[in-house]
C-alpha cells in the first residue's frame, strides 16, 4: 500500500483488504476490487445492506442454502478481526494476490 496515499483512501483499503480476508477465511471464493467496494459502499452505511445487495446481485445461488443475514453476520465478524489485526500491525497481507490460489496446491 502506498505511503503518500490520503487516509481516507488508506483507511478503505484497510477495510476492503479486512473483507477478501474474511471471505478467504469463510471460503467464499469472492474478491471485493476497487470498483466494487467503491459501488457497494455507495449503497449507505449498513454493512449487512451492502453484502445482501451484493448476495442478490452476484451470489443469488448461495441463497438457496443461506439465510443473507446469516452470511452477512459471519463476514462482518471476521472482517472485524482482521481489520483490528491489520490496524495494529504494520504488515499488509494484499489478499487480492491469493484470490484463486489454492492453498496447499
Known amino acids: ?16 483488504n479486512a473483507y477478501n480476508a474474511a471471505f478467504f477465511e469463510l471460503g467464499l471464493r469472492w474478491h471485493w476490487d476497487g470498483e466494487t467496494y467503491d459501488r457497494l459502499m455507495g449503497l449507505g452505511q449498513d454493512a449487512n445492506t451492502r453484502i445482501g445487495h451484493y448476495l442478490k446481485t452476484e451470489q443469488p445461488h448461495l441463497l438457496k442454502a443461506y439465510d443473507a443475514e ?3 453476520v459471519a463476514i462482518e465478524q471476521k472482517k472485524e478481526i482482521h481489520r483490528k489485526r491489520e ?19
Do not use: C, K, T
Open 1 to 16: 500500500m502506498e505511503s503518500h496515499s490520503p487516509v481516507q483512501y488508506w483507511r478503505d483499503e484497510i477495510e476492503r
Open 87 to 105: 490496524m495494529a500491525s504494520s504488515s499488509y497481507f494484499n489478499w487480492a494476490e491469493s484470490h484463486g490460489v489454492e492453498l496447499g496446491a
Open 70 to 72: 446469516f452470511l452477512a
